[in-house]
């Protein structure tokens, strides 16, 4: 039905970049909540960035001022843009989508199967 599928994690140096992509098999028009979370070993899951729609953004006060989400609609595909990474920026980070913000943030039917991000030094 609906597929979406993660790109870009990799092994980086603190302070280095990294943009992630999702790409989804469906027309991402319809979905006003898309976003992208992340999840480490003893951490609870965690929405980093969402984007509607229409381009408004949310990011988590942890990444704020870092990250950059942007979705280009003609290429059903969403971009997360990570600079100055951090140690405890180290996850599997998800690829979300919903029909609206409520439910991105609670219970998003469609997921990405996850790419792996890690900084270290």
């Known amino acids: 039905q609906v597929q979406l599928v993660e790109s870009g994690g990799g092994l980086v140096q603190p302070g280095g970049s990294l943009r992630l992509s999702c790409a989804a098999s469906v027309s991402i028009f319809g979905f006003n909540g898309m976003g992208w979370y992340r999840q480490a070993p003893g951490k609870q899951r965690e929405l980093v960035a969402a984007?509607?729609?229409?381009?408004?953004?949310n990011y988590a006060d942890s990444v704020k001022g870092r990250f950059t989400i942007s979705r280009d609609n003609a290429k059903n595909t969403v971009y997360l843009q990570m600079n100055s990474l951090k140690p405890e920026d180290t996850a599997i980070y998800y690829c979300?989508?919903?029909?609206?913000?409520?439910?991105?943030?609670?219970?998003?039917?469609?997921w990405g199967q996850g790419t792996q991000v890690t900084v270290s030094s």
């Open positions: 979300a989508a919903a029909s609206t913000m409520g439910f991105l943030r609670s219970t998003p039917p469609y």
């Open positions: 984007i509607t729609s229409a381009g408004s953004t």
